[in-house]
């Protein structure tokens, strides 16, 4: 067996709260909308990863979700034109990533990256 696929699910009352962040801060495309379950994607290939860890790095929690974007700083300027805040960073850490932290619509604690 292989895994192809791993998928992040969070519960919500109101699904559609997820088109302003994912869509609109990060761009993700709606894959599939059943009305009740929305699924929000890139056609580019994925890596399968699943982290564990007992703290997020530099002293931060461990984040609920870790995005990996190709301009931190548009993604950086996209929260800040929709009132997000910025609970951690902008940081360049030391291993590497250049990084945010943002809580989404639901209140997941959000790592937003860009390797450096």
Do not use: C
Request: glycine letters at 10%; hydrophobic letters at 35%; proline letters at 5%.
């Amino acid at each position: 067996m292989k895994v192809k696929r791993t998928m992040s699910n969070t519960a919500t009352s109101d699904v559609n709260k997820a088109a302003a962040f994912y869509g609109g801060i990060l761009g993700l495309e709606l894959l599939m909308d059943h009305g009740w379950f929305q699924t929000y994607g890139s056609d580019a290939k994925m890596t399968v990863q699943v982290s564990f860890g007992s703290e997020g790095g530099s002293g931060t929690p461990v984040p609920d979700l870790s995005i990996e974007v190709d301009s931190i700083e548009a993604a950086i300027a996209r929260s800040k034109e929709a009132n997000v805040p910025i609970e951690y960073g902008p940081v360049s850490e030391p291993w590497g990533v250049r990084r945010f932290y943002v809580r989404d619509p639901f209140g997941k604690l959000i790592n937003i990256q860009q390797h450096e």
